[in-house]
């Protein structure tokens, strides 16, 4: 008896049958990033997407921040996370959680791309763009504010 | 202001502040093979938990099925999984998705560990070791029935 379980075959950062996506449909406050979507709305009886994401050099995800938490495993590169008022160096398999409402971007070094493994509920809020006082708020380091990109 | 988000280091392939504990508790239809809890209870808005499991070379987890389904992405290594009558190869980076009520069992192949991250829904069933009876209904794959394990 077969089953709906699959093995999606990688190669250099890709997996078999997965499109390469833009990642984000609107905006402009992120670069050189893109999303493949893994696992997601084809197991309506998962609750969870798995998606992988990949920056490349210099690049970075939008500054956000939303209700719902990310699990994410770093599988390529380094880089830097925005953790509200800290950043963090990030390099292959360390593992990010980024709890609910923090303010958060990821930065590819120089060098290589950084890619990662982010897993989020199937069913969750919109990310919000913080406004510059909200960044004001919950922001004062001088190292944060000099890496975030808006 | 700070977060409870988290950024957890990995090094060679154990994290930070994360223990090696065995497998399961009890049972002994599993061999070489270790569990690290990544991101958990911790966490109480989290609706899934982040699992990293290493298998030695030669050998295997539990052959079970469950109702919930399991997200895992290889990260070390190389093997094989079975789902139901199906044996797949598997190495670093490929993503396994395995169904609700899949048998399945991981095995790590010869020369180097298997790894792999599993996430899965906090709240799940206990998975069930299926009866020789469940395994004929199911299996009839020589090459199955030749590799696995119970």
Chains 1, 2 share one sequence.
């Not at 609750?47 to 921040?65: A, C, D, H, K, V």
């Not at 390099?91 to 120089?110: G, L």
Request: proline letters at 5%.
């Amino acid at each position: 008896m077969s089953s709906n379980s699959a093995v999606i075959k990688e190669k250099n950062f890709t997996w078999s049958g997965v499109e390469r996506k833009d990642y984000k449909t609107d905006g402009h406050n992120f670069k050189d990033i893109h999303r493949y979507t893994l696992l997601a709305d084809e197991h309506p009886e998962l609750n969870t997407q798995t998606r992988y994401f990949e920056i490349q050099p210099g690049g970075y995800s939008s500054l956000e921040y939303h209700h719902h938490p990310h699990s994410v495993v770093i599988i390529r590169g380094r880089g830097h996370v925005v953790l509200n008022n800290e950043l963090r160096e990030i390099s292959a398999f360390d593992m990010v959680y980024i709890s609910p409402d923090t303010i958060h971007q990821f930065h590819a070094d120089d060098g290589e791309p950084l890619g990662f493994i982010c897993i989020v509920d199937r069913y969750r809020d919109r990310p919000v763009i913080p406004s510059d006082e909200k960044i004001k708020s919950m922001i004062d380091s001088e190292e944060v504010l000099h890496k975030i990109r808006k």
